[in-house]
């Protein structure tokens, strides 16, 4: 929050200074209230943003005469010039201004304005206890504060803040934006017997997520008394060996999280047999991770595996080295950019790598270098004329389903195809009483078996124009929201159901061009 802060406050402070030939007499004054309980906000930063039609290096940005509000969350701008402003407010425990942030006011000739109204959107704090089975405080718990998302990998909790309980194994998690959320609590990863272990629980006291509680939190809110209950519980062993062992063995473990991973402890191996043993280890989702060298060549292993109250025995890892996967990029069509940079994308399991295609060509070979074994999303950064058409690995479409290298990349070779040839939709969103919120998106929607690729969003103009292009040939819904998550729309099953009878059907020939008009869906 503070960051964010930052920023803004830097953003209104990079002014082109230009003195006025002659003195202007336009005045602008106002107010900043909370808008959940409608009182003045003091100490709030205010600014004022020339919107004219004036060249950059002649526009002005105003924070001068306004400044921070007094007590009565009062402020004033005086020496304006005619023309269109916009005024954006921030403070710290008050969301963050973003793009469509702020008030825009007309000011005609000496004109004065006193009536301005900006309203900033308090943030709420959550507050508890962490406590054992008898009721007594735990300290130095961590407690996360998290959300739903949307992914490739389906509907997922993601954590959005953390705090630790103090010795009264109380929490405080503050600057909370509105929303609905579920805690998280407990010791996780290896303890090495050093402490007391808690079983990971979900508010108010449930290992299963699906059965947690949520946690409304409205503007400003403070919510009190949410209590954490934990049991205590049986730090595990898990003891395996790696098939095919080498020198410099080391066997690591990685927790897997929402919303990321925590780190990896690892422990070296001495065992001419590769056998390892990892102790210590609270329940949980885990990654065991191996590591040596094979012929003076560093190789690696991952197993995921799930941690219970009971040791795991019998784990076994085969070692393989880092593998290359050469591949080809074409291009079907003539793209608008002149030399394109294209670079195909691997990611997964955290991992991430780029292509570099060839110096100066809008298409040709590739090589990836030196990647683990694993499972890959494949996508391309393109220019915004051209859509992924199919990628196929060893003749086998695997646009949808990713790049399986868990049992190595032998006799592969990877084929993306873009094409220039792609249709485009042009169109009006209509609101009521003609009136669009400033976060209007248009969401086109395939079939379910091309939603991962095919699916677009982009964001409506303030006059309620919109163009979406280098669209896949097929058939499509189009949906006109007042605010969408771009993931909920590509993974979450449910979220377009209720709204399948106000989506327009359309129909995308290769290089088709479409006219539309939608009305904005209220959620």
Not at 200 to 220: F, L, N, Q
Not at 321 to 326: E, I
Not at 416 to 423: L, P
Not at 513 to 520: H, Y
Request: with cysteine; proline share 6%.
């Amino acid at each position: 929050m503070r960051c964010g802060l930052l920023l803004f406050c830097s953003a209104i402070c990079l002014s082109a200074q230009t003195d006025p030939s002659t003195p202007e007499k336009g005045l602008l004054a106002g107010k900043v209230l909370n808008s959940a309980t409608g009182e003045p906000v003091r100490k709030a930063r205010v600014a004022l943003f020339e919107l004219s039609g004036k060249p950059q290096s002649k526009r002005r940005q105003w924070d001068d005469g306004g400044g921070l509000t007094d007590a009565a969350g009062r402020f004033e701008f005086t020496g304006l010039a005619p023309g269109k402003y916009r005024l954006v407010a921030a403070r710290e425990g008050f969301a963050t201004p973003d793009q469509h942030s702020g008030l825009d006011i007309v000011l005609a000739a000496d004109q004065e304005k006193r009536d301005a109204v900006l309203r900033l959107d308090p943030l709420g704090v959550i507050t508890g206890r962490i406590l054992d089975e008898d009721g007594d405080p735990i300290r130095q718990i961590e407690v996360q504060m998290m959300s739903y998302q949307y992914t490739a990998a389906g509907r997922q909790l993601s954590a959005r803040a953390s705090a630790t309980s103090d010795d009264r194994g109380e929490y405080r998690l503050y600057d909370v934006k509105p929303g609905k959320y579920y805690l998280k609590a407990g010791t996780m990863g290896m303890m090495n017997g050093s402490r007391d272990a808690y079983a990971a629980s979900y508010y108010p006291g449930t290992p299963d997520a699906a059965a947690a509680s949520a946690i409304e939190v409205s503007p400003g809110q403070v919510l009190q008394g949410i209590d954490v209950t934990l049991h205590a519980t049986r730090l595990a062993v898990i003891r395996g060996r790696v098939i095919n062992p080498g020198s410099e063995m080391s066997v690591g473990l990685t927790m897997v999280q929402e919303g990321g991973g925590s780190g990896t402890v690892t422990t070296s191996i001495d065992d001419a047999k590769g056998k390892f043993e990892l102790r210590g280890v609270s329940p949980g989702s885990y990654t065991v991770i191996a590591h040596g060298a094979i012929a003076g060549q560093p190789c690696s292993a991952h197993l995921p595996v799930q941690v219970g109250g009971a040791d795991l025995e019998g784990i076994e890892l085969r070692l393989l080295p880092p593998m290359d996967v050469s591949g080809q990029l074409r291009v079907e069509g003539k793209t608008a950019a002149k030399t394109p940079r294209l670079h195909v994308i691997l990611e997964g399991e955290g991992r991430r790598a780029q292509s570099r295609p060839g110096e100066g060509r809008e298409d040709g070979p590739f090589v990836f270098q030196g990647l683990e074994p694993g499972l890959y999303q494949v996508s391309v950064n393109a220019p915004p004329d051209l859509y992924l058409k199919v990628v196929r690995w060893s003749d086998r479409d695997i646009t949808q389903t990713g790049l399986d290298l868990t049992q190595g990349a032998a006799g592969g070779e990877l084929v993306v195809v873009m094409s220039a040839n792609g249709g485009q939709i042009a169109g009006v969103v209509e609101g009521e009483q003609s009136a669009l919120p400033p976060g209007a998106v248009v969401a086109l929607v395939p079939d379910a078996a091309h939603k991962k690729t095919a699916t677009k969003l982009e964001p409506v103009g303030r006059d309620g124009h919109f163009r979406i292009q280098a669209i896949a040939p097929g058939t499509y819904k189009l949906f006109a929201f007042e605010d969408a998550d771009p993931n909920q729309v590509m993974y979450d099953p449910d979220f377009l159901r209720p709204f399948e009878s106000q989506g327009q059907s359309i129909e995308i020939a290769e290089g088709g061009k479409e006219s539309v008009q939608l009305k904005i869906i209220r959620r």
